[in-house]
Each structure stands twice: as C-alpha cells, then as structure tokens.
C-alpha cells in the first residue's frame, strides 16, 4: 500500500457521496422532512440503549447547547424522548421514540436512485468490477472492527 492508493480513495469518496447522497430524510409517516443533521442524530441513538446528551454531542463533535437544541426539535417532533437514567438518577438519556426508529430504518445515506444512474454510466464490465472493489473495501472496514484496529489507530496507536 501507498500513499497514492490512499490519496485515490480519498479523492474518489467525495465524488462519489457528493453526486448520490441524500440530503434530507422524510417521515414517511408524517411527511416531515428532516434535515441531514437531524437524522444523523436519529442515527446514532437506540430506543433501548440510552446515550446521554453529553456524550452524543462529542461524539458528533458539536457543543452540549448546540446537541439540546437539535435534541429539543427532535422531542418535539415526537422522535427522541428524554428521561432518567436507570443507573444514576441525575443523567438523562435520550431513547428513540417509535417514531423516530421508523425514521432511521427509512433513513439511507446514499439516494438508490442516484446510485443505480451512476451504476449505469459503467459498461457491465467495469460495473462488476467497480462493486467488488466496493466489496474488498467493506469487508476490509468489518475486519478493522471487529478486530479492535480502528479503535486503536483513532486513539492514536498502531494497527
């Protein structure tokens, strides 16, 4: 591996995320539109586990006021709900309503419609060839997972 294979997948990405990503996610209950933003938090919150709002700020690399006030939105659209914590009562957790785990099943981040135009401006070879490079890309990332590396090359360590 060199820099330059490293330098070509960071130049293809954007290309790709931007020509077929979605850009809003609607309810499909409700048809409300949510913005990108609003449904990266759906995306990362559970209806089972909670996630303080502290700790969900961080993560998204936003401030605590600017996560409330997102959080604030969500709740009073009937998405996220808020409430104590069961191992420390002076946390609050925020859980996904039904509504809002309805919203991050519909959710995708790339438009299938975009995608399948993209696909078809590639001959049938070069599609094959294209998505089982995909493949190798996806399997090697479930691999990093699993095996704890891309946990350890964020905080700084060796892989």
Known sequence: MNLAEVQ???RCYPQIYFACHCRHVRDE?????LSSHQASVLDHLDDVEGTSLL??????GVT???M????????????VRRE????????VDLRLTDAGVGVKKQQKVLE???IAAMLRHLDPVRR????????????AAREMIASGDLQRILKGGAA
């Open 55 to 60: 700790a969900l700020a961080q993560h998204m």
């Open 64 to 66: 605590a006021s600017t």
């Open 29 to 33: 209950k409700t048809q409300v539109q």
């Open 68 to 79: 409330s006030l997102m959080v604030d939105r969500l709740e009073r659209g009937g998405y």
């Open 128 to 139: 094959r060839q294209a998505l089982h490079g995909l493949e190798l890309l996806a399997e």
């Open 8 to 10: 070509t997948v960071l």
């Open 84 to 91: 104590r914590s069961p191992q420390d009562g002076r946390r």
């Open 112 to 114: 299938p419609e975009l």
